[in-house]
């Protein structure tokens, strides 16, 4: 009876816990820490406005009164009580970075997905249809790369920045900032798929697929596609790091999050003003939690970079 | 033994040269915007300008006019309408033209012409003659008893070098327009330009040729001028000894700097006081959210926002302590100043709320703020502050903050609905004040006044001020301006700044109240 029974296809909770990327990430320490941190820092800044005692981002609530009180201490002036202390407007750092590590998250996310939506789009095409596609798409992502990403992220929010309406310029700054920080990194998704893709379109499955005469598209996204991910997937990982340094780096700056909304970066600088005059809690702790969260999702990249990779197998 | 005897002969061979090759490291937040010296009316143009330029008088530390380029001056005996200034002889520009009445003549026609940003303070004026070579009389349309005090910024340029370069007209700065002057100097001052790259670095060598090597102590020998725009920087670069000396030690750093050996820092009120200006005569506003109206046109909205800024908590914890809250957009210097003006707002958010509610907006509106982050000592930190401020009251307010260069044009081209400005008053008098800032912008006055505002009746009397002869009439007239722009809540005053210079111990000078070093007083130990 029992060998006749066809085996129940496991669950994908079971696939998952049965697959090497498991096995691999219980047995690496660090990558059990880093995502922890991760973990916690993302819930943090989901959780934002349920944790946080106060809204940063309403101007309205803030009492210029408790600006500089150290952490842990009753204000002089007003006697109210911060965790770690407050910046030079009396916003509250403990709420301040919550709300600004959301900034920061949502657009090192969106960048990183804009990236790799035109980035793979891009590579996928020159990879497959190869001729004039392929030059045209891979000169220019050989002329950005000749630029610094830094630079043409600032260049993009300097023209977005200039064609916005004033009235709606802090509003879409955040949009602006996911545009210039996703253009600027497309070329290493472009350049990665496309490698991958002029192995995969010489493969026998491939050859098959063209035989039974199914539409270029539909190979390209059925077929290659799904085969081409995996290094996709280190390299948004990484990216992800990079974008929510990029992020704070222009809002360090000053090109970046407004300073009524401040991103992680927006606070280290604001932070590094202080640094001389004894107010360090401004620039360490914003500081300290950005380190946490780039470097987390970097050791992770690195991680998941080395699992996948079948020659370190 | 041997060696302190060797040390002080050293020292002693060191003093008797005098301090003849001294280099002065000096910093500040922003740079000099253009070197034409008529093109600015801008306090670090006037700065840099000071140095390698001069006027006819200037001020000392204390105020009080001194001879520059002109010996002595007085009103004509036969024409009360008329002044008569003396030149100094023997004074040659850094080319080697000789300095005559001819282009005293020239500079000031140039001063005075539509694109000048010094013009209101010569609208007096109605003909400058050049009686012979070292004597120039100056023709007003009426007695002017203040018309030296204008001048005291009014730089004189050499009539052939600007011919010869293409540099008769003044710069339209505002148009971007590069010139010949705005990029090259040639003064008869202190100071000769080298070498200048805008926001970089700008280098100065003493002129030895100078007519007042002997009279002054001339111990610089060369100026290296160096912009550095980040606060931390600047004071990083004080403590670390790469300047030595910067013009805005940030007031949170007044306490480490002063306690570090080798450093000092002087203060002193400056002669500038920080303010908001609104556009309240337009009719509709780019930069809001109301349609159809100008809700800064209704004086109770002017009267809520002033009523809402609290003024002690930043000068609390912006300024820490460095600032003197103003009700009034003149400083104390100032012929005009009153201390009930000066102490007339007072912080009540729940009154301000009712007028609001009065004035039809009690659900607020949204507007923009422009504000330098390079000028004024805190200046972003204090718009920040005034956002918050006024979100209490229902205005929901988005902050650009941006660098000078790029935030003064927006007043002068009147592109700004509520913009951050602050004023320092060289002439010491309100008439400053009110051409500038007050009268309706026109050809020759209103020029930094970027309200929309138009009242012909206050034109009138700002006018009337040129040619009063009787100071008690004048100052009754000044006063009579004054509680119009105080009533009609013209500008949100914020506070006068006060002034603090960081320096090592080899740096000796007093503070300038205008904020304008001139180096050929330093002494350097």
């Not at chain 1, 920045?161 to 996703?182: E, F």
């Not at chain 1, 991103?263 to 107010?279: A, H, K, V």
């Not at chain 2, 080798?262 to 509709?284: H, M």
Request: hydrophobic share 45%; with cysteine; charged share 20%.
């Amino acid at each position: 009876m029992a060998q006749n029974e066809i085996p129940r296809a496991p669950s994908r909770f079971a696939r998952a816990r049965n697959s090497d990327l498991y096995y691999s990430f219980t047995r690496t320490p660090v990558a059990i820490v880093s995502a922890a941190v991760v973990i916690v820092l993302v819930l943090a800044a989901l959780l934002a406005p349920l944790i946080a005692p106060h809204n940063p981002f309403d101007p309205g609530t803030l009492n210029l009164m408790n600006g500089f009180t150290p952490p842990g201490e009753a204000n002089a002036f007003t006697g109210d009580y911060f965790l770690l202390g407050t910046d030079d407007q009396g916003r509250d750092v403990f709420s301040t970075m919550l709300y600004g590590m959301r900034i920061s998250l949502f657009v090192g996310f969106s960048a990183v997905m804009l990236a790799m939506v035109v980035g793979v789009v891009l590579g996928l095409l020159a990879g497959y249809l190869g001729g004039w596609v392929e030059s045209t798409i891979m000169r220019i992502a050989d002329i950005q790369l000749t630029f610094p990403a830094i630079l043409v992220a600032m260049l993009i929010f300097g023209i977005a920045k200039g064609i916005t309406p004033p009235a709606y310029r802090d509003q879409m700054a955040i949009w602006v900032l996911i545009l210039a920080i996703g253009l600027s990194d497309w070329v290493q998704f472009a350049r990665v798929v496309r490698g991958a893709t002029l192995v995969e379109k010489n493969r026998e499955y491939v050859q098959a697929a063209r035989l039974v005469g199914r539409a270029k598209f539909s190979i390209m996204i059925r077929h290659i596609l799904p085969n081409v991910l995996n290094p996709v997937l280190v390299i948004a990982t990484i990216s992800l790091a990079l974008a929510i340094i990029a992020e704070a780096t222009l809002s360090f700056l000053g090109v970046g999050a407004p300073p009524t909304r401040p991103s992680l970066g927006t606070l280290i600088r604001i932070g590094q003003e202080f640094m001389f005059s004894g107010e360090w809690w401004i620039l360490l702790f914003p500081a300290g939690t950005l380190l946490a969260l780039a470097l987390s999702i970097n050791l992770l990249g690195d991680w998941l970079r080395d699992a996948l990779n079948p020659k370190l197998r | 033994m041997k060696i302190t005897g060797f040390l002080a002969a050293a020292l002693l061979s060191s003093t008797a040269l005098g301090a003849s090759a001294e280099t002065i490291r000096w910093a500040r937040a922003g740079d000099s915007l253009t070197l034409d010296p008529h093109a600015q009316n801008e306090g670090p143009t006037h700065a840099l300008s000071h140095q390698i330029y001069e006027p006819l008088i200037i001020r000392d530390t204390t105020g009080a006019f001194e001879p520059a380029l002109a010996t002595d001056w007085a009103p004509s005996e036969e024409d009360p309408n008329v002044w008569v200034f003396n030149l100094r002889d023997g004074v040659t520009f850094h080319d080697g033209a000789e300095f005559t009445a001819e282009d005293v003549v020239f500079s000031f026609e140039r001063a005075m012409s539509e694109e000048s940003d010094m013009k209101e303070l010569l609208n007096s004026i109605t003909e400058i003659r050049a009686v012979d070579d070292h004597t120039v009389e100056f023709v007003t349309d009426g007695p002017n008893p203040i018309l030296p005090s204008n001048m005291t910024n009014l730089f004189i340029m050499d009539k052939g070098w600007a011919e010869a370069n293409d540099a008769v007209g003044v710069q339209d700065y505002e148009g971007g327009e590069q010139t010949f002057a705005s990029t090259n100097a040639n003064g008869t001052g202190p100071f000769v330009l080298q070498s200048r790259e805008p926001d970089v670095r700008t280098v100065l060598t003493r002129n030895d040729d100078y007519w007042g090597t002997s009279d002054f102590p001339m111990d610089v020998s060369e100026i290296v001028y160096t912009p550095i725009q980040n606060a931390a920087t600047r004071v990083a670069a004080l403590l670390s000894g790469e300047v030595d000396f910067i013009q805005d030690v940030p007031v949170q750093d007044l306490g480490r700097v002063g306690e570090t050996d080798g450093l000092a820092v002087k203060s002193t009120p400056q002669n500038r006081t920080i303010f908001f200006g609104l556009n309240l005569g337009a009719d509709d506003l780019a930069n809001d959210d109301v349609e159809g109206e100008n809700p800064l046109a209704n004086k109770k909205v002017r009267q809520a926002m002033n009523m809402a800024i609290n003024r002690d908590a930043i000068k609390k914890v912006v300024m820490r302590d460095q600032s003197e809250p103003a009700g009034m957009i003149a400083p104390p210097f100032v012929n005009g100043w009153t201390e009930e003006m000066d102490n007339s707002v007072s912080t009540d958010v729940e009154q301000a709320k009712a007028l609001m509610e009065e004035a039809g907006y009690g659900d607020g509106f949204s507007i923009q703020l422009d504000c330098p982050n390079d000028r004024y000592i805190n200046d972003e930190a204090i718009c920040q502050a005034a956002v918050g401020m006024l979100a209490q009251i229902g205005i929901t307010v988005n902050l650009d903050a941006k660098p000078k260069a790029q935030h003064f044009p927006l007043i002068s081209n009147e592109e700004t609905d509520f913009f951050m400005l602050g004023w320092g008053v060289p002439t010491y008098d309100s008439e400053y004040v009110f051409n500038f800032l007050v009268h309706t912008k026109g050809d020759d006055r209103g020029s930094w006044n970027a309200l929309g505002y138009s009242n012909p009746e206050l034109d009138e009397k700002i006018q009337s001020l040129a040619s009063e002869t009787d100071l008690e009439v004048r100052d009754q007239t000044i006063a009579d301006i004054w509680s119009v722009v105080q009533d009609d809540v013209l500008y949100i005053p914020v506070h006068h700044q006060v002034l603090n210079w960081g320096m090592t111990d080899a740096v000796g000078t007093e503070v300038d109240p205008e904020d304008s070093p001139k180096f050929k007083y330093f002494e350097m130990n």
